[in-house]
């Protein structure tokens, strides 16, 4: 990693975090992983990262979230939007699905100074607004990497946080599905938010999530939302 040179932005934003944070407030207390314990659903999230190989888009796991109608939250960067045009405005027609940023072109957020963390974070989110007319509001750093700069940075612009408490492990080659699925299945509670891909490098994935839809969710009686929809939720429905 490499050293971060003091600007004067950086020191701003260091200087906010100082006023901001006391001995008993955590670091990083703006960043959400999870939502309210009361709450019967879980957040199904897609990560967008740009791929080298493929077509960075898994079509029958959409397939199978659109066919169903399954809520979903997607968090695109800015080079994977760049080549998937017709897909992101696919995505911004359905009603069940919500949209979210991962940064211009999947940076190590921590190892860059609060300028350059900042055009990295705001990339996607002008684009969004500038050519598809949408307000994106949650971001979720590549890597899921950051820093006190990040969680300032993204105050400063007005979006939210968004993390997760169960990382599904998709992208990993040497998981078998059934060992995806299991990981999931026995973590996933009440509030959960749950982070896939939804790039192509979770070959797995759209078994995992079938499987997840038809038996996991149904048996805790879970249903999926998406993030707001999980933040917004407060107590179990009658």
């Not at 609060?114 to 607004?129: F, K, N, W, Y």
Request: glycine letters at 6%.
């Amino acid at each position: 990693m490499r050293r971060l040179v003091p600007t004067r932005a950086l020191l701003y934003l260091l200087s906010l975090i100082a006023l901001e944070l006391t001995p008993s407030t955590p670091s990083f207390a703006q960043v959400i992983t999870a939502g309210s314990p009361r709450c019967p659903g879980v957040a199904l999230t897609f990560d967008l990262c740009p791929v080298r190989k493929g077509s960075g888009y898994d079509q029958p796991l959409m397939d199978y979230l659109i066919t169903h109608r399954i809520p979903a939250t997607f968090f695109m960067s800015g080079k994977w939007m760049a080549k998937h045009e017709s897909e992101v405005e696919q995505l911004l027609g359905l009603d069940f699905f919500e949209i979210g940023t991962h940064g211009d072109v999947h940076a190590h957020l921590p190892m860059h100074d609060a300028d350059e963390q900042r055009t990295e974070i705001l990339g996607p989110v002008t684009l969004l607004q500038e050519h598809y007319g949408h307000q994106a509001r949650l971001f979720r750093p590549p890597y899921g990497e950051y820093n006190d700069v990040t969680v300032a940075v993204v105050k400063l612009l007005g979006l939210q946080f968004i993390q997760w408490n169960i990382e599904s492990g998709d992208p990993d080659p040497t998981l078998s599905a059934e060992q995806i699925f299991t990981r999931v299945s026995k973590r996933a509670k009440p509030g959960s938010i749950i982070v896939f891909h939804a790039n192509g490098k979770g070959k797995q994935t759209r078994q995992v999530i079938e499987r997840l839809t038809r038996e996991t969710l149904p048996a805790k009686k879970l249903r999926p939302m998406t993030v707001n929809e999980l933040l917004d939720c407060t107590s179990q429905t009658p």
